[in-house]
């Protein structure tokens, strides 16, 4: 799949340096945004995480209006599309230290991928490459992606998505979402407060969870629970929610918190497509 357009420090020009921070040392952070009709979706939450991001890494601050002109200026006559965003360390050199807090910016616009989830659901395998414990760098959507990547490896055609353990054996994430189970009516996911991406949906939906009056708890979510839950589902901004059918060992149905979620966000217009 190849991009539609991208601007570099709001050039309209693909290159970067070979110095660049984020290519050497993955010295950033990004952010995937949906583009419904031509808007960035949830653009204010998208931005909040970069600043917060930016923030934890030493990074100088972002430029909140410069950014917000060309992600509309890319998006504006898009449709649907996916938009990513890309706030880097400077170059400065050889050597992990880096000598600057500025920033340069990358984004480039893509199409809506022809895939979808499927009204049946998900179906969803369990990876065996774990995510390493590492708080300083939990929540945060950096560029080191080592841990996905391999673990999408290792799912060939048969699955969408695979759910991702910590070093402890603790179930996390998947490779790109998040993990909601529900329990005799209550919404549970795991903390992420050693490892994993504080998902934009994922804030999103506990919000409107509460304000449903469904009860939302974070906790530990072991792999006996995970198959033992009433329902499974899977998040992020793209899919926004997206029931699980299937994980090796068991077969899932949506049940009534996806689905009353699933149409609180298209209330919201918090997702592009439901």
Known sequence: MSFLRCLVNGRADPRVEFTN???QYGDGLFETVAIGDGEPLLWNNHLDRLVDGATRLGLGPIDRTLLTMEARGLAVDAGHAILKVI???ASGGRGY???SQ???RILSLWPWPQR???DKGMDVGWCETRLARQPRLAGLKHLNRLEQVLAQ???GDRFAEG???DTEGWVVEATMSNVFIGENGVLVTPGLDQAGIAGIMRARIMVHARNLGIEVRVEPLSRERILAADELFLTNSLIGIGAVHTLPERDYHPGPLAKELTETLGRHGDVAFL
Do not use: F, I, T
């Open 163 to 165: 759910l991702m353990r």
């Open 116 to 118: 979808r989830v499927s």
């Open 21 to 23: 921070r984020g290519l």
């Open 97 to 99: 230290r880096g000598s």
């Open 87 to 89: 706030v880097v360390r």
């Open 153 to 155: 490896q290792e799912l």
């Open 102 to 104: 500025a920033v340069d």
